[in-house]
């Protein structure tokens, strides 16, 4: 079936520096590709999504990019803040039914 | 807008016994879903209602798990009865189409 991975599992930033989160994905026909941002023990919030149609997208701080041909997109987060510090999930779909990855704990230290 | 409201937020329960969650998606939206998530892991999605219609409950364990979804709106998950394995947080999400899903806060189960 769909197979979601993604790494790294943790990552330690400095404040100000990048972070960058890449996942992979099996099912070719996957078309819908949403990360979420959850903290400890609150809901899992959408930050960015992106479609297969669409290779970058941006918003503020925030980036994923999309490689259909090698099946992995990413997340990049620039001059990240300390409130950046949480699990983020990336998540891939074709008809709605979302394959999540493991998550990675980004910490970011002042 | 109010979002993804879910009750009760936390149960602990002695393993046998039955349990039920409630979840009331976003209005409007048509397309609600029940995940799993277990601790440090990604939700798993459990089943999927298009309106009143259960459209995806493949992951669902049937011999324990019933969920339901009258009117198209409210939907309760019920476990009967509860295992040990049980404990996770039950997620509840909702969609104004198959795609971008906005979550509940979570009903944080423990089976003693």
Redesign the interface.
């Given at each position: 079936g769909e197979n979601v991975e993604q790494h790294p599992s943790t990552l330690s930033v400095q404040e100000g520096d990048s972070a960058v989160i890449k996942c992979t994905y099996s099912d070719s026909a996957s078309n819908y590709f949403p990360w979420y941002k959850q903290e400890l023990g609150k809901r899992p919030q959408l930050i960015i999504d992106i479609r297969s149609n669409v290779g970058e997208k941006k918003d503020q701080r925030i980036a994923v990019t999309l490689n259909k041909t090698a099946k992995h997109f990413s997340l990049h987060i620039t001059e990240t803040q300390p409130e950046d510090s949480a699990v983020y999930f990336c998540a891939a779909s074709k008809t709605g039914k979302l394959i999540f990855g493991q998550g990675t704990t980004l910490q970011v230290k002042p | 807008e109010a979002g993804?409201v879910q009750s009760p937020r936390y149960k602990i329960i002695e393993k046998k016994q039955p349990v039920a969650f409630w979840c009331n998606p976003i209005s409007g939206h048509n397309?609600l879903?029940w995940y799993r998530q277990n601790l440090?892991?990604?939700?798993?999605?459990l089943i999927?209602y298009e309106n009143e219609e259960a459209v995806?409950d493949s992951q669902l364990p049937k011999d324990r798990f019933s969920a339901e979804r009258l009117k198209g709106v409210d939907s309760t998950l019920k476990i009967q009865p509860a295992e040990l394995g049980d404990s996770a947080v039950y997620?509840c999400a909702s969609?104004p189409r198959?795609?971008?899903?906005?979550?509940?806060?979570?009903t944080r189960l423990t089976v003693l």
């Open positions: - | 993804v397309t879903y440090g892991q990604g939700p798993e999605l999927r995806d997620l969609s198959s795609d971008t899903q906005y979550f509940g806060p979570g």
